[in-house]
């Protein structure tokens, strides 16, 4: 694929350029290199199940530098601090969450997180499952929303 056309891509899914000429990916990139440790390790794995779970994803790179994975909507960020990598899920209070993944910001009514701590092993399969259920929720409220419109008039 061209350079033309990855960007005509980004453009049309909504992908936003950040300064400098940089991608939200490439902004990624750079955060996992320059954590250089097991944060980054974590970010990458969490990313790659992301990916895995969802090829349509699309990366974008906000609040000065948060990763934020999104399909009609924000589905999860990744957050790095000194002891963990936060995975928040933007409508995870609404999400099953039979596994019990979610371990952090239980209080709220809309997020939910996961902490990932060194050395934590991460269940692919449950998280998956968590991704595409926030997928699902996600892409369910453009039909929703449009019935309801079609039902009124």
Request: aromatic share 6%; hydrophobic share 35%; proline share 3%.
């Amino acid at each position: 694929m061209t350079t033309a056309k990855k960007k005509a891509t980004m453009k049309k899914s909504g992908a936003s350029e950040a300064k400098g000429g940089s991608s939200p990916s490439q902004h990624i990139d750079a955060r996992i290199k320059e954590l250089g440790d097991w944060r980054g390790e974590m970010l990458a794995r969490i990313r790659s199940i992301i990916k895995q779970a969802d090829p349509e994803v699309v990366e974008e790179w906000k609040w000065r530098g948060v990763p934020v994975w999104e399909h009609d909507g924000i589905i999860c960020t990744g957050e790095t601090y000194k002891a963990a990598v936060k995975m928040t899920f933007a409508k995870g209070a609404s999400l099953e969450d039979p596994s019990g993944l979610f371990n952090s910001s239980l209080e709220g009514n809309t997020r939910r997180a996961i902490d990932f701590h060194e050395g934590d092993k991460i269940d692919e399969k449950a998280l998956k499952a968590l991704i595409r259920e926030a997928v699902a929720l996600n892409t369910s409220k453009r039909p929703a929303s449009a019935r309801k419109k079609s039902k009124s008039a």
